[in-house]
């Protein structure tokens, strides 16, 4: 099973970035899908998550400012991101919780992208 993240880059503060994640490989379902960010000298943290159902959690920094979707028929999870800060600057990673052959389920990432609001 991969996660391969794309979107991303270099935008000025107040603009707007989406990214996007597609699972592949052998996956049987996938479960919860979700975003992650890392800034330099911190820890992960989550920014938003989504069931299978569609049901949304987001950090409280980011609530009203991005929305995260799903098309379940691609396999890919979706981040839009607007009114982006400075402080939104990070790494960024997709995660999924995949139930593989033979029952299997256990959380992959990919391999993160980088989001950078500079004027």
């Known amino acids: 099973v991969q996660l391969q993240a794309s979107g991303g880059g270099l935008v000025q503060p107040g603009g707007s970035l989406s990214l996007s994640c597609t699972a592949s490989?052998?996956?049987?379902?996938?479960?919860?899908m979700g975003w992650y960010r890392q800034a330099p000298g911190k820890q992960r943290e989550l920014v938003a998550r989504?069931?299978?159902?569609?049901?949304?959690n987001y950090a409280d920094s980011v609530k009203g400012r991005f929305t995260i979707s799903r098309d379940n028929a691609k396999r890919t999870v979706y981040l839009q991101m607007n009114t982006l800060k400075p402080d939104d600057t990070a790494v960024y990673f997709c995660n999924a919780d995949i139930t593989g052959p033979w029952a299997s389920r256990r959380a992959y990432w990919g391999q993160g992208t980088q989001v950078t609001v500079s004027s």
């Open positions: 989504i069931t299978s159902g569609g049901s949304t």
């Open positions: 490989g052998s996956i049987i379902s996938i479960n919860d």
